[in-house]
């Protein structure tokens, strides 16, 4: 008796499908659509109210920016470690007080210069609060979306007239958004809620958002903190956005090369279909439960697709099945100017797995550049390194001086500026919190006692 039992291993949309007889790998992909998700589809630039007189801004497409981010990063093996890195890079050896000063060297120029110091009032007012944590919270968003959210906290005191920050809290970016009032041009607040989480809350908060030039003016006020993206109103457009597609492929190699393993690699051909024949399918089988009067069930879509898989493993296997043919249509889709093919594709894969392989190790490589490029640290300093080889010591200390040259100011402002605020408005002072780093030397630059010994 014939066995057509279909079996079906799911990575998110893309799956690899055996039976007995086939094996293939099998991809959902949209043409349209960098990132695709369920649910009401945004725009960038779509209105959507939640109150009479508050509209919301989306961030991305779906209004599901920091969710894609974290989704697509966190799916991969390598990425997180870089994020952990260039973390630890802005990092350095913790934050501390300084003061800029201008020193004139010997030769007769002027050197602007940070003076680290130590002052115990502020000090025992960040060590109130945990300030480290607030840090890398700040951090971490900035090194996925170029921006975070912070709350000022007031003091109580500050309601008879002693006007003083008791505390800043980071704002969940999952949870966060901007808002504005009807008319306004920019926006004047963060609106906090998991509304865009589940599709429908029954609350949220609503704080206005900081004030530079009155800074006690509103209670829990927040700031949003951002580096500015070209021709964006709003958001910043995280510098990574670029290379999700990248990650994607580098996330599914492992996936791929494991199931061509447990299969005895007998994967011969990758299936790709378009999102939209499943949309129109849902659509279908949600009007025949209509009309039969009975709620729609997922298990019927799945059902459908276990039933299509086993028809083309059928067309696919065997010698017995030589002239046989699976026919599709394909659909033509106006996009802007562009006539966008969708339709299903079946490509052989090529049955030399030596190259095979090296082809998705080489991808994988490809896909590991671009995504250090897009953060911004170099492949020496981000432990991304292809085909498994180490940098020099002077390629890797040429990477970090480098970085530390240009890489450190700018996010260094971003990710400390509420804090600055709080600090420059509480004690009236000109001293700045900071991020300390130690300078890199080469070994033979140092003496001996201090270079790292192998024991």
């Known amino acids: 008796m014939e066995n057509n039992e279909v079996n079906i291993e799911r990575y998110g949309k893309d799956a690899v499908v055996s039976s007995p007889c086939a094996v293939f790998s099998y991809q959902v992909e949209n043409p349209r659509e960098l990132s695709p998700r369920d649910g009401n589809q945004f725009s960038w630039n779509n209105q959507h109210f939640v109150s009479e007189d508050i509209e919301l801004l989306p961030y991305g497409r779906r209004n599901d920016m920091p969710q894609l981010l974290r989704d697509v990063v966190y799916s991969n093996p390598n990425i997180p470690g870089v994020f952990e890195k260039k973390q630890g890079l802005l ?124 800074p006690f003016g509103k209670a829990n006020a927040v700031m949003y903190s951002r580096t500015l993206t070209f021709a964006t109103d709003f958001y910043a457009i995280p510098t990574i956005f670029g290379s999700l597609e990248w990650i994607r492929r580098s ?130 300093l981000a432990g991304i390194s292809g085909e498994g080889k180490a940098d020099s010591g002077s390629e890797q200390l040429y990477a970090y001086l480098m970085y530390k040259l240009i890489g450190v100011d700018i996010p260094e402002y971003i990710v400390t500026k509420a804090i600055n605020e709080a600090i420059k408005h509480n004690f009236n002072t000109d001293l700045k919190l900071g991020f300390y780093h130690g300078e890199a030397q080469r070994q033979q630059d140092q003496t001996s006692k201090d270079r790292i010994k192998n024991n």
Not at 259 to 278: C, D, E, G
Not at 333 to 352: A, F
Not at 368 to 373: E, K, N
């Open 91 to 214: 990092w350095g050896k913790g934050p501390a007080l300084y003061q800029e000063e201008y020193v004139e060297q010997k030769d007769g120029t002027t050197r602007r210069v940070r003076k680290w110091q130590e002052n115990k009032e502020i000090q025992a007012w960040l060590d109130s609060w945990d300030y480290c944590d607030y840090l890398l919270n700040v951090i971490t968003d900035f090194n996925f979306m170029q921006g975070s959210f912070t709350k000022f906290i007031r003091q109580k005191g500050s309601l008879i007239g002693k006007n003083k920050f008791h505390s800043l809290e980071h704002l969940n970016p999952a949870w966060s958004r901007l808002g504005r009032k009807l008319n306004a041009e920019k926006p004047t607040h963060c609106i906090f809620s998991n509304w865009w989480m589940k599709n429908g809350s029954d609350s949220y908060k609503k704080y206005p958002l900081y004030d530079s030039k009155n």
């Open 251 to 380: 996330t599914a190699i492992p996936l791929i090369l494991r199931a061509l393993s447990k299969h005895s690699i007998n994967a011969k051909y990758h299936v790709t279909s378009p999102s939209k024949f499943w949309e129109d399918k849902k659509e279908e089988l949600e009007r025949k439960a209509e009309a039969e009067n009975r709620d729609y069930d997922d298990r019927e879509l799945q059902l459908y697709e276990k039933k299509l898989f086993r028809s083309i493993t059928k067309t696919l296997a065997s010698d017995e099945n030589v002239g046989k043919i699976w026919h599709t249509k394909d659909i033509m889709i106006v996009d802007g100017m562009n006539l966008i093919s969708q339709g299903w594709t079946i490509k052989p894969i090529d049955q030399n797995i030596k190259d095979f392989v090296e082809t998705q190790i080489k991808i994988g490589n490809k896909a590991d550049s671009a995504v250090s490029a897009a953060l911004g640290i170099h492949k020496s």
